[in-house]
């Protein structure tokens, strides 16, 4: 499974590209099926955007797959982007089907499904977090794949797959998949250069597939780069990239590199052209000449060429490139194309002979021109074979190196990352609870709101047993506030009040030397209004219980039991939900990628100078985090130099087409002054 995503800017211009590529392009699909959404949804998604002062608008995301989905793993794969993205049901405005034949070799699925979802919160203005989508959608794909059993595909970002992967299943599966070793998939093309080429009148896949299709047929890099002259097309060396070989189309306008549209390396496609093997002349150029009238550029065959059987013995034009050790290099380059048809005029009548002859002159004439092309492509191609034959030293892209002390450094934060994110949930009633169903999770609820109703009863009893406690006789006053006690009873109240002057009377002196605030004049409670304070406290306390049941048995036990799940389902969301655990598991993810020498050699040369500067600082530094943040900011400024230079592109095209059209219009105007003055 493939998952894509773009951002689209909040502009009157990109929603209507969006949508009309979406929902009116009906020559470009073989079906357009609308899901959800309305067009109207997305409109509104714009004006959020617009309110809050947003630079984009919606993301689009784009889910195709080589095997069929059931609209069960459809919704189980939208529902692992929502879980990933952070974004709801609501925030979605538009989902489509569309249905077209792929490119693809074999029985591929011939449906995808594009999904506009909103980017800011139409409540606060809240921007959606798109950070390292590329890595992020990988990782959604390939637990996809290893959750519903499909192939697993290797992408750019496997081994941060991996490590992000907290599945201990799932990442074995990808593991014994084997996409953590071995070379990294590249596409023969951008989505932007596909834009582009269908502007021209041409479809990249197509492009690919038949050029795929002649590098099968054709025997060596001659008889290729003939086939692709016979299309029309032409091979030259890149402008920016000299080392690169690029494919122009019948306008000499550029479709892409060579290598990738071939699927393989540079160094692969130069073997191939340094080693190139004899020709198939008669695939590239049909072989059409006759014995009897021998093409100018041949000398007639005698019969010392002949062997003992009568075969011609002389030797192909083409050499094999085999060459002895410390011979001379083998001549390989394009041939000639050669004689091997023979015609028969015997027993034929003199019309057939004269269109036999006919036929052989033009044949013959093909030969020429064939030969002449040849010799064209031999010279581009001993031109080719120097240019790559010289030494232009060994240059590394990147130049920045990770030392042993930074690297030790980045174990540490990981480690520390890894304990935030393995932190366990703040109570053990939590961690049980969250492993229960919603079955038994509703029973433990409904336990806990039965014992908390004996609870409140039983609380009850014993407030009515103190109350009636303290209302007996033996603890209550007359009329006249006089005590029926037991003389031990004045005892002890007397030798209370002692004590409390006394403490009265400590703190007094004290607060003279600044030891403590002054507890200003004397005043202790009798033993009757304590008495009286504690039957209201009792009292409060015994109403309160009595409200609780009440107001339990009014809402319904199920329904508070309801309510208990929600509410502890949503503290233990909170928990996996909170801030310093997706710091964390980012921080995991940037500083593993800083320790993937491929990955990082690859992030590292498309930075600027300014951003590899800065890099190193934070390296030096021994800063994992910065160094993280800024290898992610270099990456956003190389893609924003990357669109300011395909809008320079695009305004030199436009300015070149608004050329012609003037001077198109111009040589109209002159022709009606010409035809004007012929009338006169």
């Known amino acids: 499974m493939i998952i894509k995503s773009s951002i689209i ?86 989902t489509v089907r569309h ?19 909103s980017m800011v919160n139409p409540e606060n203005g809240k921007v959606m977090d798109v950070s390292k989508s590329f890595a992020r959608q990988e990782k959604i794909c390939r637990i996809f794949e290893a959750k519903h059993g499909l192939e697993i595909i290797k992408g750019k970002h496997n081994r941060a797959v991996i490590s992000a992967v907290e599945d201990p299943e799932i990442r074995e599966k990808l593991r014994g998949a084997g996409i953590g070793s ?63 070989l690029i ?33 198939k002349p008669q695939e590239a150029i049909p072989d059409v000449a006759t014995s009897q009238t021998p093409d100018a550029h041949e000398k007639p065959s005698t019969g010392k060429d002949k062997t003992a059987d009568g075969t011609d013995d002389k030797k192909s034009p083409v050499p094999s490139p085999a060459a002895p050790h410390g011979g001379k290099s083998p001549d390989v380059g394009p041939g000639r194309v050669q004689s091997t048809i023979k015609i028969d005029l015997k027993n034929k009548t003199e019309q057939e002979r004269n269109a036999e002859i006919a036929t052989e002159q033009a044949e013959a004439e093909k030969v020429q021109i064939a030969n002449k092309s040849l010799q064209e492509q031999k010279k581009f191609y001993d031109e080719m074979l120097e240019m790559f034959s010289m030494k232009t030293g060994d240059k590394k892209m990147n130049t920045i190196t990770l030392p042993k002390s930074f690297k030790t450094v980045c174990y540490g934060e990981i480690e520390n990352f890894e304990n935030i ?40 009893k014993d407030l009515n047993d103190e109350l009636k406690t303290l209302k007996e006789n033996h603890h209550w006053w007359s009329p006249k506030g006089e005590k029926i006690s037991s003389t031990e009873a004045a005892i002890a109240n007397a030798t209370e009040k002692m004590m409390s002057i ?30 009286a304070l504690a039957v209201e406290f009792k009292s409060n306390e015994l109403a309160q219980a009595m409200s609780e049941i009440a107001d339990m048995k009014e809402t319904g036990y199920k329904k508070m039991a309801v309510n208990g799940v929600k509410m502890m389902n949503e503290a233990i969301e ?56 800024t290898l992610a900011a270099g990456e956003i400024h190389a893609a924003d130099e990357r669109d300011k230079e395909r809008q320079r592109e695009k305004a030199a095209e436009l300015a070149e087409i608004r050329e012609r059209e003037q001077q198109k219009q111009k040589g109209q105007e002159q022709g009606k002054k010409g035809s004007r003055f012929e009338i006169a």
């Not at 699925?109 to 506009?116: A, E």
């Not at 582009?196 to 597939?209: C, E, I, M, T």
Request: charge should be negative.
């Open 9 to 94: 800017k909040a502009t009157p211009r990109s929603m209507k590209n969006v949508v009309r590529h979406l929902l009116d392009k009906p020559d470009e699909n073989e079906a357009i099926g609308i899901i959800n959404g309305s067009r109207h949804e997305v409109s509104m998604s714009f004006d959020d955007a617009e309110q809050f002062g947003r630079k984009n608008a919606v993301a689009h995301f784009i889910f195709s797959s080589k095997e069929a989905l059931s609209p069960e793993q459809m919704r189980d794969a939208v529902s692992m982007v929502k879980d990933e993205f952070g974004f709801s049901s609501d925030d979605i405005k538009l």
């Open 99 to 117: 249905q077209k034949s792929r490119h693809d070799e074999g029985d591929a699925w011939d449906q995808h499904f594009h999904m506009l979802v």
């Open 182 to 244: 071995g070379k990294r998939p590249s596409a023969a093309f951008t989505p932007t250069e596909k834009e582009v080429g269908k502007r021209r009148g041409h479809d990249l896949a197509d492009v690919r597939n038949d050029l795929r299709d002649l590098w099968k047929r054709c025997d060596g890099w001659q008889a290729f780069n003939a086939a692709v002259q016979d299309r029309g097309w032409s091979i030259e060396n890149g402008t920016k990239k000299p080392d690169v």
């Open 247 to 279: 494919l122009n189309d019948e306008n000499g306008k550029y479709i892409g590199s060579v290598s990738r549209l071939l699927g393989m390396k540079k160094a692969e496609l130069e073997h191939h052209m340094a080693e190139s093997g004899p020709q």
């Open 421 to 460: 994110r393995d932190m366990p949930l703040p109570s053990y009633e939590m961690e049980d609870f969250e492993k229960l169903t919603d079955r038994e999770k509703f029973d433990f609820a409904y336990k806990k709101v039965i014992d908390t109703v004996k609870l409140n009863n039983a609380k009850i």
């Open 502 to 531: 006394c403490v009265h009377w400590a703190k007094s002196l004290m607060s003279k030397f600044g030891l403590c605030d002054d507890p200003g004049p004397w005043r202790a409670m009798t033993e009757q209004e304590q008495n």
């Open 574 to 629: 909170k928990w996996h939900d909170r801030p310093e655990l997706h710091e964390a598991r980012n921080g995991i993810v940037g500083i593993k990628s800083l320790l993937d020498p491929d990955e990082f050699a690859e992030r590292v040369s498309e930075l600027s100078d300014a951003d590899k500067k800065k890099l190193a600082d934070d390296i030096a530094g021994h800063d994992p985090c910065g160094a993280v943040k």
